[in-house]
């Protein structure tokens, strides 16, 4: 029959890879965030320079129709906006749930680690309390068979 240590790692094994596949998810959404984070970035910087663009065109003369143009463009931009900033929190979201389940698999790896580790010891002190009680047995068997 195998030690308990031994079964407790099979366990801990298991345990491990799902924190392993916990931590890969939380690289994922870190990484997706990161992503959209910079896209947000990218179009409001888009939205500034086109917004600086537009003061210096408007300092000339504009056609009525080339200024509602633009009004829509930036109107869209503005908007665009406000939906990568709901992506965002979106990705947040799902990168702290990632994230707390990486922490609670993590956890419980640690804890079955530390737990394979006393058994461990536990085993390795009552294997030594055997070899005592053997030895002790042996030269009392010893002892009696040279007395008689």
């Not at 992503?35 to 000339?60: P, S």
């Not at 737990?115 to 390795?124: D, P």
């Amino acid at each position: 029959m195998a030690k308990r240590s031994e079964r407790l790692k099979l366990v801990w094994d298991v345990a491990h890879r799902k924190e392993q596949g916990a931590m890969e998810e939380l690289q994922k959404a870190r990484s997706y965030l990161d992503h959209q984070e910079r896209q947000l970035n990218d179009l409001q910087d888009y939205q500034k320079q086109y917004l600086e663009g537009l003061k210096g065109a408007m300092q000339g003369s504009l056609l009525v129709q080339n200024l509602q143009s633009y009004h829509r463009f930036v109107e869209q931009l503005s908007s665009a906006i406000e939906q990568q900033q709901q992506v965002i929190v979106h990705a947040r979201h799902a990168f702290d749930q990632a994230r707390q389940q990486w922490l609670a698999c993590k956890e419980k790896s640690s804890n079955l680690d530390d737990l394979v580790k006393r058994c461990r010891q536990e085993e390795h002190v009552a294997a030594e309390k055997k070899l005592e009680k053997r030895l002790e047995d042996d030269l009392n068997a010893r002892r009696a068979r040279s007395q008689t």
